[in-house]
Structures are given as structure tokens and as C-alpha cells.
């Protein structure tokens, strides 16, 4: 490993941890298509078992030997060292997951790659929270859906507390970008998928009986906070899903609603369809 040890704030290479935003970071023209932080040796591991390939390392002496075998592919990638105190000057907060790296963003798949072969995946509209979509991410790879298509809008899966939310999952789950519903609307439907909205809405179907009928393959739709699916959205979902509820509450957050939906309207594993991951976060 090429170690560092870090003694100057303002040296070559530290910047990706100190003064740069996670959008910023996004943004970064060298490499193309920007960079993006994974946080704790256990998301590095994901990251590197996804194929995704480091620019550098932060982490605290005694991290070190967990490191190592990790970046054994990468030799020339710089390993910066430090203390905790300065560390915690450098990045803002307390390195207590013990290690950061600076990872190349892959390039996004089409959307018809991943829904090729694929029989439920998860369909993010719009949702702002990075918290909810880690959270949405680690149940899909939980409960088995094969893939995530977000919206133009949608927060970044990327983003650091997403990728923490998510225990890396979202290193896993193939994901990608799809484009404005009227386009997005044929893909999915081109593809077979059954459009599946849920929503509140006076002629929504229990997800009970859904689930008890659901079609070969379905595309789940989830929308944000507060506002819920947008109009293009519902205007082009095949049916509108709701979970009964009790005393009065009439949704769950749109994370738990995820998780709920997904168990409820799983593949059996036996018959090889979802269930490709089974989730050891």
C-alpha cells in the first residue's frame, strides 16, 4: 500500500474528504462521472466486491490491517493515515466506522438491462430523503427485488448517508436512473412489467388481494413524503395499491411501506425468480 501520513490538511488528495459536499463530489470532472465516499470498512468491502474501484483512503492506524486485503488489487491507490483528532479536523466528524474511501462512481446501466430477466422491481418517484432510500434499498435487498429505477428527481443513492442507511446495500442492488414518466411508462410496460402504484386513492386495491393475484412481473412505484405519487405518475400506473390500515393511520413512511409491500408480494425463492439477494445487513 502506498501510506500516507497525514500531517497537513491542505495536501494533494485529502480534498475529497474535506472540501468537498457530496454533490460536489458528483460533480468532480477528473475522473469522469465523479466520485462518491464509502463509509466503514464493511461498505468499502461492497463497494469493491461490486467492482467499483477506490481513489484513495482515509482511516485511523488500527485500520490498517482490515484494509489491506482489500485494496491488495489497488497498489497504487494513496492510503492516507492520521490521528482521530485530526481526522475528525479534516472530515468534520468522528471516523468511528474507522475508515473512508474516495470511491470512482461506476457508469449507470440502461434501465432495459436491469429489467431484463427481472420479475419485481422497486420504482423511486421523486423521493428526497436519503435516509428512506438507503432504508428502501436494504429492504429490497432483503426481500428480493432484483432492481431500483429512480426518478430524474430522486435523491442520490450514492450520497453518504444513504450508502450508511442502506449498510451498502445499495452497492449491490443493480440500480439506475430512469428517464420522465412518458418515457419511463413504455419501458416498463415494453419490458411487461405491470405498473403498480402505491397510492391512497378511492379505487386502490388492498394489498392483500393484490398480492394474492399479483402478475408475473411488477414494478413497484413509491413516491415521497408528504406528496405522495405525482399525477404523471398515477395517470400511468396500471393499478393503485394501498395497505389497510388501523386507528385511524392512513399510510406508514414510504420506507416501512416498502418493506411491507415487498414481503407481501415477493417471488417464492424455489420458482428462481427474486430472491438473488438475501441481505446480510
Same mark, same amino acid.
Given at each position: 500500500?502506498?501510506?500516507?501520513?497525514?500531517?497537513?490538511?491542505?495536501?494533494?488528495?485529502?480534498?475529497?474528504?474535506?472540501?468537498?459536499?457530496?454533490?460536489?463530489?458528483?460533480?468532480?470532472?477528473?475522473?469522469?462521472?465523479?466520485? @462518491?465516499?464509502?463509509?466503514?470498512?464493511?461498505?468499502?468491502?461492497?463497494?469493491?466486491?461490486?467492482?467499483?474501484?477506490?481513489?484513495?483512503?482515509?482511516?485511523?492506524?488500527?485500520?490498517?490491517?482490515?484494509?489491506?486485503?482489500?485494496?491488495?488489487?489497488?497498489?497504487?491507490?494513496?492510503?492516507?493515515?492520521?490521528?482521530?483528532?485530526?481526522?475528525?479536523?479534516?472530515?468534520? @466528524?468522528?471516523?468511528?466506522?474507522?475508515?473512508?474511501?474516495?470511491?470512482?462512481?461506476?457508469?449507470?446501466?440502461?434501465?432495459?438491462?436491469?429489467?431484463?430477466?427481472?420479475?419485481?422491481?422497486?420504482?423511486?418517484?421523486?423521493?428526497?430523503?436519503?435516509?428512506?432510500?438507503?432504508?428502501?434499498?436494504?429492504?429490497?435487498?432483503?426481500?428480493?427485488?432484483?432492481?431500483?429505477?429512480?426518478?430524474?428527481?430522486?435523491?442520490?443513492?450514492? @450520497?453518504?448517508?444513504?450508502?450508511?442507511?442502506?449498510?451498502?446495500?445499495?452497492?449491490?442492488?443493480?440500480?439506475?436512473?430512469?428517464?420522465?414518466?412518458?418515457?419511463?411508462?413504455?419501458?416498463?410496460?415494453?419490458?411487461?412489467?405491470?405498473?403498480?402504484?402505491?397510492?391512497?386513492?378511492?379505487?386502490?386495491?388492498?394489498?392483500?388481494? @393484490?398480492?394474492?393475484?399479483?402478475?408475473?412481473?411488477?414494478?413497484?412505484?413509491?413516491?415521497?413524503?408528504?406528496?405522495?405519487?405525482?399525477?404523471?405518475?398515477?395517470?400511468?400506473?396500471?393499478?393503485?395499491?394501498?395497505?389497510?390500515?388501523?386507528?385511524?393511520?392512513?399510510?406508514?413512511?414510504?420506507?416501512?411501506?416498502?418493506?411491507?409491500?415487498?414481503?407481501?408480494?415477493?417471488?417464492?425463492?424455489?420458482?428462481?425468480?427474486?430472491?438473488?439477494?438475501?441481505?446480510?445487513?
Amino acid at each position: 500500500m502506498q501510506i500516507h501520513r497525514v500531517t497537513d490538511l491542505t495536501a494533494d488528495g485529502l480534498a475529497d474528504y474535506s472540501r468537498l459536499t457530496d454533490v460536489a463530489l458528483r460533480r468532480v470532472s477528473e475522473p469522469e462521472g465523479g466520485l @462518491y465516499i464509502a463509509e466503514s470498512t464493511k461498505v468499502i468491502t461492497r463497494a469493491v466486491a461490486a467492482g467499483h474501484r477506490p481513489r484513495s483512503v482515509l482511516l485511523q492506524e488500527q485500520w490498517l490491517d482490515d484494509v489491506a486485503p482489500l485494496l491488495a488489487p489497488f497498489p497504487d491507490v494513496p492510503v492516507f493515515v492520521g490521528e482521530p483528532a485530526l481526522l475528525e479536523q479534516l472530515t468534520g @466528524y468522528h471516523l468511528h466506522r474507522g475508515a473512508l474511501a474516495a470511491m470512482h462512481r461506476p457508469q449507470l446501466p440502461d434501465p432495459r438491462e436491469l429489467l431484463a430477466g427481472a420479475r419485481r422491481v422497486v420504482v423511486l418517484e421523486d423521493i428526497v430523503d436519503h435516509t428512506n432510500v438507503g432504508a428502501i434499498f436494504r429492504s429490497v435487498a432483503g426481500l428480493g427485488a432484483e432492481a431500483v429505477l429512480v426518478s430524474p428527481r430522486c435523491a442520490d443513492p450514492l @450520497y453518504r448517508r444513504s450508502v450508511r442507511v442502506s449498510m451498502g446495500t445499495v452497492l449491490q442492488v443493480p440500480w439506475t436512473r430512469l428517464p420522465e414518466w412518458d418515457e419511463a411508462a413504455p419501458l416498463l410496460h415494453d419490458a411487461g412489467f405491470e405498473i403498480a402504484a402505491l397510492a391512497l386513492a378511492d379505487d386502490a386495491v388492498s394489498l392483500d388481494a @393484490y398480492a394474492a393475484a399479483a402478475p408475473e412481473r411488477v414494478a413497484l412505484v413509491f413516491g415521497a413524503e408528504g406528496d405522495g405519487l405525482s399525477r404523471r405518475a398515477l395517470a400511468v400506473a396500471d393499478v393503485v395499491v394501498t395497505i389497510p390500515m388501523l386507528n385511524g393511520v392512513d399510510s406508514l413512511n414510504v420506507a416501512s411501506a416498502s418493506a411491507v409491500v415487498l414481503w407481501a408480494t415477493r417471488v417464492p425463492a424455489e420458482s428462481g425468480g427474486a430472491g438473488a439477494f438475501s441481505g446480510d445487513a
